[in-house]
């Protein structure tokens, strides 16, 4: 039986082998609607959160997809991989690596970079998606991104198996799946990711999150949170009912507020997103009363 789905975020812990789209094929089939999107995709192999957007949420996305993320991860030292992960062509180099020159190395990585992108990536190069390339054999990387590394910590290390666990802080269009291959790269014993878990994404954690077959017999469940509630990093302003006719009508409001987009809220809900230039609120997205 198809369930109807509010509009909102739900916070689903995806399991490895389910890529992001199938996530959200299975909750299109579940809810029986159309308009279910995701702010941020997690590689098949992959586990951990992703932000679901359903209904009117999925206006949400460009306010979402920019948070910085929080990963955990498994490095594979002494052998490489030709797509940086489980999935590809496992290569033994035969090296084993220092803990202390993997230590060493990832505490170099830390702040602002000039991150390579991975060549099995879905980035375009000239109009086509860089994995397709590379399934012809073309080598051609795309262009290196600047991205920021706010941590970047070695929390355990496994010599038996020349693997260690990191765990990352990054921005938007970081690869952990890269920052794997650099550390093999430095220390000179190669390495790729072995394993990869989202463990927040701003301020949402794996934690609160259900898995897909929860989400599905349960999209009320305690990982769906409604439209106010999707966007707690975002200032907010009430309204009043003057203002709120303003605002359903478009118009924008003469109000003193940040720089940046803002939520608009009357009584206990979201009625727009606003762009502010720090002088006037101009609606964006209006949600209704």
């Given at each position: 039986m198809r369930q109807s789905t509010t509009d909102g975020l739900l916070l689903v812990d995806k399991p490895a082998g389910m890529t992001s789209h199938d996530v959200v094929l299975a909750a299109r089939r579940a809810f029986g609607e159309s308009r279910i999107g995701h702010a941020g995709t997690l590689?098949?192999?992959?586990?951990?959160?992703?932000?679901?957007?359903?209904g009117r949420a999925t206006r949400l996305a460009t306010y979402l997809s920019g948070l910085d993320k929080r990963y955990l991860a498994t490095v594979q030292f002494g052998a490489v991989s030709?797509?940086?992960?489980?999935?590809?062509?496992?290569?033994?180099?035969?090296?084993?690596?220092?803990?202390?020159?993997?230590r060493a190395a990832a505490a170099g990585m830390v702040g602002t970079i000039?991150?390579?992108?991975?060549?099995?990536?879905?980035?375009?190069?000239?109009?086509?998606?860089?994995?397709?390339?590379?399934?012809?054999?073309?080598?051609?990387?795309?262009?290196?991104?600047?991205?920021?590394?706010?941590?970047?910590?070695?929390?355990?290390?496994?010599a038996d198996a020349q693997q260690a666990v990191i765990?990352?802080?990054?921005?938007?269009?970081?690869?952990?799946?890269?920052?794997?291959a650099d550390l093999g790269e430095a220390t000179g014993a190669g390495g790729y990711c072995a394993e990869l878990r989202r463990l927040a994404v701003g301020p949402?954690?794996?934690?609160?999150?259900?898995?897909?077959?929860?989400?599905?017999?349960r999209p009320d469940?305690?990982?769906?949170?409604?439209?106010r509630a999707a966007l707690p990093h975002l200032p907010e302003r009430p309204?009043?009912?003057?203002?709120l006719a303003d605002v359903l009508h478009g118009r924008p409001l003469s109000a003193t507020a940040p720089a940046g987009p803002v939520r608009l809220v009357h009584g206990d809900r979201l009625v727009a997103v606003a762009d502010s230039d720090g002088d006037r609120l101009r609606p964006v997205a209006v949600f209704g009363a």
């Open positions: 590689d098949p192999f992959a586990t951990g959160l992703l932000l679901v957007l359903a030709t797509t940086l992960d489980p999935e590809g062509l496992i290569e033994q180099t035969g090296t084993p690596a220092d803990p202390e020159a993997v000039r991150q390579r992108v991975p060549l099995a990536s879905a980035v375009r190069v000239d109009g086509e998606r860089s994995y397709a390339r590379m399934r012809r054999g073309e080598t051609e990387a795309p262009p290196a991104r600047e991205v920021v590394i706010r941590r970047l910590d070695v929390i355990e290390w496994h765990e990352v802080e990054c921005s938007k269009g970081t690869y952990v799946r890269q920052i794997a949402f954690s794996v934690d609160a999150a259900g898995t897909p077959a929860q989400v599905a017999e469940g305690p990982w769906a949170l409604d439209l309204l009043d009912d003057a203002e």
